[in-house]
């Protein structure tokens, strides 16, 4: 067990629909990164937050969004849903602002859009 | 902008050792990490290199050339729970960024 909780486990919601999901990072990290992984795909880098302020963006759509919280937890909205967005989505932390040598990661988001 | 480069597939026998090589170009570089992740599981840390040379962990050693923007991932005594994907990742600043990542198929 990381210390990363991701909630819900599995989503199913068709096209055009909002969704958000949530993480908890391990207790005292104050980093939270989101990753998209399509079927035998690699990790796809979208944000990453530190204390609540974001730190750095890859290639995050602007349907996406994201933020942290006070309490350090994160959540990433996804809206106007598409078929190609079916994936799944990690969320890392790690403690550190930067030079983060290891991530903790959640078990994941599978995110089915029909 | 940040790239890395890994084959895409490896097969080994129980038994044998493997390197899984990466390389990669960034702006910025901190270090290079390795993870493992099996089917339908979350990436796991394995490894992470700031410095030349070679660490040591268990089974598993990795290695990290900077003036050539290279490393490589060794794993020996390959079981077959070895048998996952493996991913190179750059630490270059606020981002890490990973690779798509190799395959490791274990043979008895």
């Known amino acids: 067990d990381s210390g990363v909780t991701q909630t819900p486990k599995h989503l199913i919601t068709a096209t055009g629909q909002r969704v958000t999901l949530r993480c908890s990072p391990r207790?005292?990290?104050?980093?939270v990164y989101w990753y998209q992984q399509s079927l035998d795909q690699g990790l796809q880098f979208l944000i990453q937050?530190?204390?609540?302020?974001?730190?750095a963006k890859g290639n995050i759509l602007e349907r996406f969004s994201a933020q942290q919280f006070p309490d350090l937890h994160s959540e990433l909205n996804l809206s106007s849903l598409e078929l190609g967005d079916s994936a799944l989505y990690f969320c890392?932390?790690?403690?550190?602002?930067?030079?983060?040598?290891?991530?903790?990661f959640g078990s994941g988001t599978q995110l089915s859009v029909l | 902008g940040q790239s890395l480069e890994q084959p895409s597939e490896v097969t080994a026998v129980e038994g044998a050792i493997v390197q899984i090589n990466c390389t990669y170009q960034?702006?910025?570089?901190?270090?290079l990490s390795w993870y493992q992740q099996h089917d339908g599981g979350a990436p796991t840390f394995l490894s992470y290199?700031?410095?030349?040379g070679l660490e040591e962990t268990g089974r598993f050693s990795s290695f990290l050339s900077r003036s050539d923007s290279y490393g490589y991932l060794l794993l020996q005594e390959l079981q077959m729970k070895d048998s996952a994907s493996y991913f190179c990742?750059?630490?270059?600043?606020?981002?890490?960024?990973f690779g798509a990542g190799t395959r490791l198929f274990v043979k008895a």
């Open positions: 890392a932390s790690s403690g550190r602002r930067e030079a983060n040598e290891k991530l903790f």
């Open positions: 207790s005292g990290d104050l980093s």
């Open positions: 937050y530190y204390n609540g302020e974001e730190r």
């Open positions: 960034t702006s910025g570089f901190y270090g």
């Open positions: 290199n700031a410095l030349d």
């Open positions: 990742a750059v630490e270059g600043g606020f981002k890490t960024i």
